[in-house]
């Protein structure tokens, strides 16, 4: 990498903007080198600055996209945020498949080391899982799965090293929710989504017995069926907690042998799916993270694998770069119509989309969705986007693909993982505390303040884009290494923590009765 430089006050992004990025805080009264101005009140770091007078009603351009209206009239040098900057619904040219280009593949295809199933698929862990089916059944679930703990009884899993858990997924729903309602085969999809997911060598299904939710149309639904590594139980035939917790154990016993029979094999990078989260957000997330992630993104395409952007209510307002990209008429109009959709439910419900920035996005220098959005895409990268798929549903295109999903993170990485996510990049200003289990997550700041306060939970800091320390694309080259190293059995920093398993949170649009 390159010598450290003097880190610059501010950062312009692009000729035509109308701010400036603050880099460090900025104390009223300190002249802008380069923009001609000066500063009419302290600036926090990741805030924006006025480089020129703007008149109320007047459009602001960041990323030279508008990211709001001036909601009173804002001098050069003035800090411009909440108090002065308000959404705005904005005109969108899609242009779908306008900047649609091959990419041109790898010169030298990567592998990783993983699990080759049975089946053909490819795992990057190796774990047995237990899903309840409903709310009632979870403290059995976590009954069962606590008896094969590690860190409580080491024994129990000592003859099965290959075996990475046995982890218990618990929800809170599943139960007086329309059994025939989108939102209920949004929830059994994703459970099913889970139960053959490849990084489960095998799975439980355990319900109470006379919840809505029933087993047997989770396996219907996902054309599923019971068999040595899928088994399904209830309480109440089972004849209680005691018994069945007796029963689960056994079970997990059973299946613990051949799932300790295997080891890990190259595979190559296109069988490699990643699902792309960013939680707690900032100024800085569109400029060094983001974007680092999404070179790696274009790289780790350019070796036929996949990538998963999702989080529809954070790319509204810039879905314009994604259709534009789109390789198909079809897939550029899907998209559209997740955003329809959106603006739809959250009208219906009393809502609105830009009530996402969240206070610690805000806090952090981001105003309106529409500027969180123009950072997020930046993930996505730059290549073609190859499929949109609704929540959970099952992805079989390889490239760059959509999932529509809300923007809150366990709920959208637990449905990129019901759709075949092997591994999560998670990009964070704030500093999120993340896992995903049976998918390993690698965690990125966009800061060096969040790295150095937060380290324990971070993988990398991308914080020395800014700070002159590394450009996009190399920090990019080493977050692709970084995921090669993660598939093949490199623990990040959330599992070496034990996160994962408590934010498995399946998505509930429906009414609760």
């Known amino acids: 990498m390159s010598a450290p430089k003097t880190v610059p006050a501010i950062i312009r992004l692009r000729p035509e903007d109308d701010v400036v990025i603050a880099t460090q805080p900025i104390p009223a009264g300190t002249e802008l080198a380069g923009e001609g101005v000066t500063t009419r009140q302290d600036i926090p770091p ?26 009173a009239a804002i001098p050069a040098g003035s800090h411009i945020h909440v108090h002065n900057l308000a959404m705005t619904d904005v005109e969108m040219d899609h242009a779908i498949g306008a900047d649609a280009r091959p990419t041109a593949p790898a010169a030298e295809p990567a592998t ?19 899903i309840s089916s409903v709310n009632c059944s979870a403290r059995v679930v976590r009954s069962i799965a606590d008896h094969f703990r590690r860190d409580i009884r080491p024994e129990a899993l000592a003859d099965f090293p290959n075996v990475d858990g046995v982890v218990a997924l618990t929800h809170g729903i599943g139960c007086a929710v329309d059994s025939k309602s989108e939102s209920m085969r949004i929830v059994r999809r994703t459970l099913a989504g889970f139960a053959t997911h490849p990084n489960f060598a095998a799975v439980l299904f355990i319900g109470l017995g006379c919840e ?15 068999g040595a ?18 029963h689960g154990i056994a079970q997990i016993r059973a299946m613990l042998p051949e799932a300790n029979a295997i080891a ?27 974007p680092a992630l999404g070179h790696a993104v274009d790289i780790l395409v350019s070796h036929g694998g996949t990538a998963i952007l999702s989080e529809t209510p954070e790319i509204y307002g810039a879905e314009h770069l994604l259709t534009r990209r789109a390789e198909t008429q079809e897939v550029g109009e899907k ?11 959250t009208s219906r419900n009393g809502a609105e989309m830009n009530n996402n920035p969240s206070a610690g996005n805000k806090a952090g220098g981001l105003t309106t969705i529409l500027e ?3 950072g997020a895409v930046a993930k996505a990268g730059t290549t073609n986007l190859r499929g949109v798929y609704e929540y959970a549903e099952p992805v079989t295109e390889h490239g760059m693909v959509f999932m529509d999903s809300p923007g809150y993170d366990p709920v959208s990485a637990t449905g990129q993982v019901a759709s075949g996510a092997n591994l999560i990049c998670f990009t964070t200003g704030r500093g999120s505390a993340f896992g995903c289990v049976p998918a390993p997550s690698l965690k990125f700041s966009t800061n060096t303040a969040t790295w150095k306060r937060q380290q324990d939970d971070m993988d990398l800091n991308c914080g020395g884009i800014i700070e002159g320390e590394a450009t996009i694309e190399e920090l990019g080259e080493v977050i692709f290494g970084m995921m090669i190293d993660c598939a093949s059995g490199k623990k990040s920093k959330s599992e070496e923590l034990g996160y994962g ?9 429906g009414v609760v009765t």
């Not at 080759?116 to 190796?126: F, K, L, V």
């Not at 998209?335 to 439910?345: G, S, Y």
């Not at 398993?501 to 649009?509: G, K, L, N, T, Y």
């Open 46 to 71: 990741g805030h924006k600055i006025a480089t020129r007078d703007i008149a109320e009603g007047e459009a602001v351009r960041r990323y030279n996209q508008v990211i709001g209206l001036a909601s």
């Open 112 to 130: 990783f080391m993983g699990y080759r199933r049975p089946d053909g698929r490819a795992a990057t862990r190796n774990y047995i899982g237990i």
């Open 212 to 226: 809505t939710n029933q087993i047997s149309e989770i396996m219907a639904q996902g054309g599923l069926a019971e």
């Open 229 to 246: 590594k899928l088994k399904a139980f209830t309480i109440q035939d089972q004849g209680g907690t005691p018994k069945t917790i007796e």
């Open 264 to 290: 890990r094999e190259p595979i190559p990078v296109s069988e490699l799916v990643v699902g792309l989260q960013c939680g707690g957000s900032d100024g800085y997330s569109g400029i060094t993270a983001n």
């Open 335 to 345: 998209l559209i119509a997740r955003i329809d959709w959106w603006k739809e439910h």
């Open 372 to 374: 969180k959005s123009l």
């Open 501 to 509: 398993q408590d934010e498995f949170v399946p998505w509930q649009i």
